[in-house]
């Protein structure tokens, strides 16, 4: 791989699906000091990034928020790309150049049209050679988003490599070998492996499983577009007022409300909670420092309109006062 | 574990992780009833937490009750109760009047 570069960075495309693990699975490979010296790139749909406070400590973090770099902010993504290259080529020959650029893709985002816009661009395919795409798929709830999702499986089909993340929280021993087989029919190229918490872990035999069939492009296609909204907890949101909010909506509307993140500031410290569909995270508590995302919340969905969002939560706040 | 109250309450759900001290976990209990009593009333429902057991007791104006452990299972008990879910996108939580109220 080395010798194919030619002096060209090589970059890695990280993908999947929202709340797949894809951080966690970076964040760990990062402290195992895989990548190392890499520049990593994290791309969010939403505005407010909230991935760069989890892997916070990690030097080399460029943020690029507010739209998908595979379709709105794919001309940023270029930009960006563009400014790195230039600034790398204006080194001294002594000096240390970037070598590997991991890019992790927001959870809506397809790697493919990404990699084909860096192959696409007359400066950019000089310098950087997408090298490798890795796709983080969810063990616990890949079957049901490839059941209704057409964007699943073009994730799925464009990876070079397969880590199926949250293996140790798979019960269901059935479902997890229909999901590996559908995984190998899917994408018979890609090399499948396992991470429970970000750690590689062995994988399953799943011979003789049986594949799942998966959603056609034309079903999914019906259903309304995904979307971000960033909520404020502004000071008449405390906790107690969100999480019964959020608890609620969740329940009621948890198969459109696709995954919320966010850091809450409470008594009990910064708290950094995550959501896939109805799964909460215990939520994590964060160093205590200040942050301007601070009380600012994801939430990623589709269904609703996302200023009924904000009202329902407000009129919750006000429920809360009386 | 008591079979009737469920004490001690199973660890860490989610919702609780907002209070550092014993105090401050009790208040914030107390007020997240108050705020369950406001939201569920138009329901035809009543929360109550008397904070001597955990949990939290959802109950219908015609004497059904049950102890729901943590507000997941506050959400599935009022959706028993109520024969729908009690969905913050419904409109009467969303239309800009309630605001007022």
Known sequence: ?322 | MCANCGYPAAPGHWTDAGASDPGERMRARFRRARLLNTILRPYGLTAHDGGLIPGVQIATLSGRHEIARDLTEVWVAAERFAGAPVDPLDPRFVSAGSEAT
């Open chain 1, 1 to 322: 791989m080395a010798a194919r570069s030619e002096g060209r960075i090589r970059m890695t495309v990280l993908g999947g699906y929202l709340g797949s693990g894809k951080t966690t699975w970076l964040r760990h490979q990062l402290h195992r000091g895989n990548f190392k010296d890499a520049l990593v790139i994290l791309n969010e749909a939403a505005d407010a990034p909230v991935d760069d406070t989890v892997l916070g400590e990690i030097q080399n973090v460029v943020v690029l928020a507010g739209g998908c770099a595979c379709c709105q902010a794919r001309g940023e993504l270029v930009r960006r790309l563009r400014e790195i290259c230039d600034a790398r080529s204006g080194l001294n020959s002594h000096e240390d150049r970037i070598q590997h650029i991991v890019l992790e893709t927001s959870g809506l985002a397809d790697p493919g049209p990404i990699v084909e816009a860096i192959k696409g661009d007359p400066v950019l395919v000089h310098h950087i050679l997408a090298s490798e795409i890795i796709v983080v798929v969810d063990a616990i709830n890949a079957l049901d988003q490839l059941r209704s999702e057409t964007l699943g499986r073009a994730q799925i089909e464009v990876a070079d490599r397969l880590v199926v993340a949250k293996i140790d929280a798979a019960r269901d021993t059935a479902a997890l070998m229909r999901l590996l087989a559908t995984l190998a029919r899917l994408n018979p190229g890609a090399t499948i492996s396992a991470a429970a918490r970000g750690s590689a872990v062995s994988l399953p035999d799943y011979d003789g499983a049986e594949p799942e069939p998966v959603a056609e492009p034309s079903q999914a296609a019906t259903k309304s577009p995904i979307f971000a909204t960033t909520l404020v907890l502004d000071s008449t949101i405390d906790w107690t007022v969100f999480s019964v909010w959020l608890s609620a909506l969740l329940h009621a509307r948890g198969d459109d409300v696709l995954r919320v993140k966010g850091v809450a500031r409470t008594s009990a410290g910064r708290l950094l909670l995550q959501s896939v569909r109805k799964v909460v995270q215990s939520p994590e508590i964060l160093p205590d420092q200040n942050d301007r995302l601070d009380n600012v919340m994801i939430v990623v969905g589709r269904g609703y309109r996302a200023e009924d969002l904000r009202r329902s939560l407000q009129n919750f706040a006000v429920a809360g006062r009386a």
